[in-house]
Structures are given as structure tokens and as C-alpha cells.
């Protein structure tokens, strides 16, 4: 029987002390027919060099280039250029496992689902926590209650690089407008634009959240929009199933992700940034008088301390009492790490 091309998408930036590793482990993988797309999204380091020798040297890798317009950018371009039926996403600094491609095409094509995602292991400061999805192969539907409800609680579409996905159906790009989320709100429109995703209890991916550098500080402060997005996104998905209970533990969830999401993403790093900075201030403050963030907030049933502490200066819309809060948390954490 002949194998269908897969295409893996790598997208690049300022990895130099990374993509190399990166690069051997997708020529490791176990599965034929595939191409590795290496996009270098204006890097200033070594990493485009690197990435034309290996084009040059191996005819599976073929590499572009162009000027620094972000990971969602580099990935519509890798889309665009790739010949595979299959399609899936690496990060430049994580470490595909050789099995990945060959057990996500064969649970794909075994189940007949639209998608496949395969569980992970996020590596940081030499520590490895291990996601699981399932702990067995099983088929999610868009249209079933338990299975969406089921998607909401392990956030099976919260991230793109544990996925395989079927070229002809990607009928949304992904944005290039938003700094964060992107990978997020891609994942739930393709669901959504589908109709199912199969599990692979199999570990696959090896995520090393310790060398991340997309996304700094200052960019990350102003990706409120990119969360925002992904409300509505999960919103519109959360909203078909009829249970009304599961259908409001869903949205209970949702709306958690939307509160931490901007905490961590946005409101811990604008402390670290300093809150005397007017770009910190101008930023937090865009977010907390924001109608809908207001409204979200305000929906969060069963909230812990802490929760309740910051939302109540939120809903106050006080960044001065929202600043104590975020400087006395960091202290806390300084003095008992």
C-alpha cells in the first residue's frame, strides 16, 4: 500500500542552539514519505545558515526564507508550501519523538477522524511533567456532548505541535494578526470546521518550555486579543451542546482559561516588567476596563482566594490594588522557593 506525504512545518526564529537538535530528531522518525519545511522567519542569529545546510545536505528538508513577521506567518507560508496530505507543526526547540508521524498517520487513518493528537511531555528546569489525554485510542465528535465536554476538561485543542491534520481541510489559516493564542484558535476553528479528533495515548512530543523565546515580554503584555479570540472561539463550541449542565461546567471552564490566561499572560508579566512602566500600565489597564473581560469575570462561580482577590480589583478596575496584589505574590514566591 502506498503511504501518503506528510509535511512537517517548522517554523524558526533565533534558534540556533536548538534547531539542530530539533532537525535530527524529525529525520529520526520512523515514517516515509514525509518533507520537513524549515521556515526562517528573519532570524539574525545562525539559525537560517543552519537551516540551508541541512537543505542542502538532505532531500527531505527544504528551506525559506523570510522577513520576521511572526510564528503564524511561518507557518500560512509552510502550509502554503506544503505537498503532503498530511500536515503537522514543530516548534524549533522541541524534540519530536521518531514514532510521532507513523503512530499519529496510523491512528488518523485507523479511526478516519480529521485530526489526531498524540500526549506529550513538557520539560523544564530538568523536570518532566507528562500530559495524558486518554489512556486509550478513542474518537471525539464535534456533535456529541461528552465528547466536547470531554475536550473543554483535557484542552485537547489548547496547543498545535501534538497534532496531525489533514492538508485539504485547514480551511482557517492561522492568524496573523494575534501575538498569543494563535495555535489555539487555529485547533478549535479546524474542529470545529471538521467533525472529529482521535486520541493516541502514546507519548510523542517532547516540549522544551525551558528555551522558548517567542513572544517577549513586551510583545506578550498586548496579547490580550489573541485571548479574547479564543473565548469566542470555545465559546461558539462550547454553545452546541445541549446538556444544559455539562454545557455550563464548559463555559465555568472556559471562562477559568480566559482569567488565568490574561493573569499569566498579561498581569504577571507587566509586574515583571515593572508597574511604574507606563507601557505595563497602559496595557493592564486596556485589559481590566475591557466590557467583556468584566463580564467574564463576573460569571466565575467557585473561585478560590486568590481568584477572588484579583478579580475584586478588577471589578474595581484598580490597578494600583491589583499591582499590591501581583508585587505581594512575587515576594511570597521569592521568600519560599
Known amino acids: 500500500m502506498v503511504k501518503s506525504l506528510v509535511s512537517i512545518v517548522v517554523p524558526v526564529y533565533q534558534c ?5 537538535r530539533t532537525i535530527k530528531a524529525l529525520l529520526a522518525q520512523t515514517y516515509r514519505p514525509l518533507e520537513i519545511i524549515l521556515v526562517d522567519d528573519g532570524s539574525t542569529d545562525m539559525s537560517g545558515i543552519i537551516c540551508d545546510f541541512y ?9 525559506f526564507h523570510q522577513r520576521h513577521q511572526g510564528v503564524s506567518a511561518a507557518r500560512n507560508l509552510g502550509i502554503r508550501e506544503a505537498n503532503g496530505k498530511y500536515i503537522q507543526f514543530t516548534d524549533a526547540d522541541d524534540e519530536p519523538m521518531p514514532k510521532l508521524i507513523e503512530e499519529l498517520v496510523k491512528t488518523l487513518e485507523a479511526k478516519q477522524a480529521d485530526m489526531a493528537v498524540c500526549n506529550y511531555e513538557i520539560i ?3 523536570q518532566i511533567r507528562k500530559e495524558c489525554l486518554s489512556k ?3 474518537v471525539l465528535y464535534r456533535n456529541r456532548d461528552d465528547d466536547v465536554y470531554f475536550i473543554f476538561q483535557k484542552n485537547v485543542l489548547s496547543v498545535t505541535w501534538n497534532k496531525l491534520y489533514q492538508k485539504d481541510k ?3 489559516l492561522y492568524d496573523e494578526t494575534l501575538i498569543l493564542c494563535e495555535d489555539s484558535v487555529f485547533c478549535t476553528r479546524y474542529f470545529m470546521d471538521n467533525h472529529s479528533v482521535a486520541l493516541c495515548p502514546c507519548i510523542l512530543y517532547k516540549y522544551h518550555n525551558e528555551t522558548k523565546k517567542c513572544n517577549p515580554r513586551i510583545q506578550r503584555i498586548f496579547g490580550y486579543p489573541g485571548i479574547k479570540k479564543y473565548l469566542y472561539c470555545n465559546w461558539k463550541l462550547a454553545g452546541n451542546i445541549k446538556d444544559r449542565v455539562k454545557r455550563e461546567n464548559c463555559f465555568q471552564h472556559i471562562y477559568k482559561v480566559f482569567f488565568y490566561g490574561v493573569y499569566t499572560y498579561i498581569f504577571e508579566e507587566a509586574g515583571r516588567l515593572g508597574y511604574k512602566n507606563p507601557i505595563a500600565k497602559y496595557a493592564v489597564n486596556t485589559v481590566i476596563k475591557d ?3 468584566q463580564k467574564v469575570i463576573r460569571k466565575i462561580k467557585h473561585a478560590n482566594m486568590k481568584e477572588r482577590l484579583y478579580r475584586f480589583a478588577c471589578v474595581q478596575q484598580s490597578f494600583d490594588l491589583l499591582s499590591v496584589e ?5 515576594k ?3 521568600l519560599f522557593r
Request: glycine content about 0%.
Open 16 to 20: 540556533e542552539t536548538s534547531i539542530k
Open 55 to 63: 537543505a542542502e545536505k538532505y532531500k527531505e528538508i527544504r528551506a
Open 124 to 126: 523544564e528546569a530538568n
Open 136 to 138: 486509550e485510542h478513542k
Open 170 to 172: 485547514i480551511r482557517h
Open 291 to 293: 466590557k467583556l473581560y
Open 326 to 330: 501581583l508585587y505581594v505574590r512575587e
Open 332 to 334: 511570597l514566591l521569592f
